[in-house]
């Protein structure tokens, strides 16, 4: 048995909002996904026959950013409330 027990609930909490935090990441970057044949997608050609299309932005990336973006957050958040570690 544990000394502090309260810590264990603790982790399942965070454990289970973790969890729920990123699936809701998931669905909303898979939400807005589309699909082939769907949607419009932007076409040019350049001199010697380089075609390009652009598309919508996949997913992954989408996570990758909203990733990024909440570690800098709170890395901002965290220096400011404890001082830099040095």
């Known amino acids: 048995m544990r ?10 909490t965070l454990a289970f909002f973790m969890g729920l935090g990123g699936l809701i990441a ?8 589309r699909r082939e044949g769907e949607g419009q997608v932007e076409e040019g050609e350049y001199p010697d026959g380089i ?13 990758v950013y909203a990733g990024f973006l909440l570690w800098a957050l709170a ?3 965290k220096v400011g409330i404890m001082g830099p570690s040095f």
């Not at 998931?26 to 996904?33: K, M, N, P, Q």
């Not at 075609?51 to 996570?63: H, K, M, N, S």
Request: aromatic share 18%; charged share 10%; proline share 12%.
């Open 3 to 12: 000394f502090f027990p309260l810590l264990d609930i603790q982790y399942v």
């Open 26 to 33: 998931i669905w909303l970057a898979f939400r807005g996904h």
């Open 51 to 63: 075609r390009i299309a652009r598309g919508p932005i996949p997913p992954l990336l989408v996570l």
């Open 75 to 77: 890395y901002a958040i």
